[in-house]
Nanobody, 118 residues
Framework: QVQLVESGGGSVQAGGSLRLSCAAS????????ISWFRQAPGKEREFVAA????????GYADSVKGRFTISRDNSKNTVYLQMSSLKPEDTAVYYC???????????WGQGTQVTVSS
């Protein structure tokens, strides 16, 4: 059993930055791909970024490529999403999930709200 808890969300003006954290407990996530998703009001949940267990492979949605960076610190059992040059269209609830790169998404966090104002 893995529990994932997101934090770091908040309100920021366009052009600003935020760093989200996804802290895992219950078991180590060092061998597992972790992904970030987001869901804006009235829209379906969409993939944002993923990072392999070792951190050696990452993937991004085209909409965030060059602006967001996913990383992990396996010693802290935590995955991060550094978000820069934020746009109003980045406003959403952000979720982390265990899974990705072909592995099923089997554990999800509760989400953290990010609001970007123009």
């Amino acid at each position: 059993q893995v529990q994932l808890v997101e934090s770091g969300g908040g309100s920021v003006q366009a052009g600003g930055s935020l760093r989200l954290s996804c802290a895992a407990s219950g078991r180590t996530i060092s061998g597992y791909t972790i992904s970030w998703f987001r869901q804006a009001p009235g829209k379906e949940r969409e993939f944002v970024a993923a990072i392999s267990g070792s951190g050696g492979r990452t993937g991004y949605a085209d909409s965030v490529k060059g602006r967001f960076t996913i990383s992990r610190d396996n010693s802290k059992n935590t995955v991060y999403l550094q978000m820069s040059s934020l746009k109003p269209e980045d406003t959403a609830v952000y979720y982390c999930a265990k899974g990705g790169f072909g592995s099923p998404y089997d554990y999800w966090g509760q989400g953290t709200q990010v609001t970007v104002s123009s």
